[in-house]
């Protein structure tokens, strides 16, 4: 075949775990004995739903008395407020029953919020846990241990771990021009599941950690996907395929073409206009499909041999044909010379 040179879009896989969109710890904010819980565990709960109910009993009679004592106090600055008008009171007993006044309003919120605070309600929407308590249990404001974990699995983050290696290589073929951008920092990633199957919505990139962690020396990069089935779990391992951009004049020599040395070095067999064939080494960088990718060793408009390569050696003498149009060899009859293309295919 004659190599020519074309675009081609270049990706990678990386491993990455999924982590859940929105993590929110239900924890009590007034004590009391837990009286009654409203939810199915493992269900799906909206932001404001009510999750447990803690024995209002006892707030209720706080605020009660808090609401008398700010009638009380209402009154008695509404009275001296006409007192102080005909001078029968000095200013500072109007003040000071102002500020009363003023004091039993903000005891009374604090008794109204703790009543409220009662009914334990779900802080954002997604699938709940396992409850931790039960009903009769004694519950405190805020105590270490949450009575329930929400998870908002849709969407769902993927965090991808890439080598910071590889992201130095990336922004140094970007920089020299060889490799065009793909995107704006948004760039569409495709996952594949631990089955082995391919995820049916594709995502896009968010952002990439600001620091490469020294323990493993690579960078995260996160990605978010729609995950309306909630087949994507918090802690899956996955596999991402990121599109990296695009070598504009990328050149691709069939796998099949390329043999191998006892040291690994890549070569081909190259065949000239007089039909002399001689092995070249070449430089691969990826795969690319049923390709390799080549960066040094061979030109566009040069002829590689592509079947036959086990019957040939450097220097013979051969006649080369397309490899679309090479025949098969009848039955038992020896195979035909190499194929290789006499013109641009």
Request: hydrophobic share 40%.
């Amino acid at each position: 075949m004659t190599l020519h040179t074309q675009p081609v879009t270049l990706s990678t896989e990386l491993p990455g775990r999924t982590a859940a969109y929105l993590i929110a710890e239900v924890r009590p904010q007034v004590g009391g004995i837990l009286r009654e819980r409203l939810f199915e565990e493992g269900s799906d709960v909206k932001a404001g739903q009510v999750l447990y109910q803690i024995d209002p009993t006892s707030y209720r009679a706080t605020l009660a008395r808090a609401e008398a004592s700010l009638e009380s106090a209402k009154l008695l600055a509404d009275r001296y407020d006409r007192l102080i008008q005909n001078r029968a009171i000095s200013q500072q007993e109007r003040d000071d029953a102002r500020s009363q006044y003023l004091q039993a309003k903000a005891t009374a919120d604090t008794a109204r919020i703790d009543v409220g605070y009662t009914r334990i309600t779900a802080p954002i929407s997604g699938r709940i846990g396992r409850s931790s308590v039960t009903q009769g249990a004694l519950v405190t404001a805020n105590q270490a241990e949450a009575l329930a974990t929400i998870q908002q699995l849709d969407p769902i983050y993927v965090d991808i771990v890439q080598p910071s290696g590889a992201m130095l290589q990336l922004r140094e073929d970007l920089a020299s021009g060889r490799l065009q951008a793909a995107g704006d920092g948004r760039a569409p990633v495709q996952l594949e599941l631990e089955n082995g199957r391919s995820y049916a919505h594709p995502g896009t990139l968010q952002f990439s950690e600001v620091s490469v962690d020294p323990g493993t020396g690579s960078v995260t990069l996160r990605a978010v996907f729609p995950n309306p089935d909630g087949v994507l779990l918090p802690g899956m391992f996955v596999r991402a395929k990121l599109q990296e951009g695009v070598r504009e004049q990328g050149l691709l020599v069939p796998q099949r073409a390329v043999s191998r040395d006892n040291r690994g070095q890549p070569s081909v067999f190259v065949v000239n206009a007089q039909g002399q064939v001689s092995q070249r080494p070449i430089q691969t960088e990826r795969t690319v499909g049923g390709d390799w990718l080549v960066s040094d060793g061979l030109q566009a408009g040069e002829q590689v041999i592509v079947d036959g390569i086990q019957r040939v050696r450097d220097g013979a003498q051969v006649k080369a044909v397309p490899v679309q149009a090479a025949p098969a060899p009848a039955a038992g009859a020896a195979p035909a010379a190499p194929a290789a293309p006499e013109a641009n295919q």
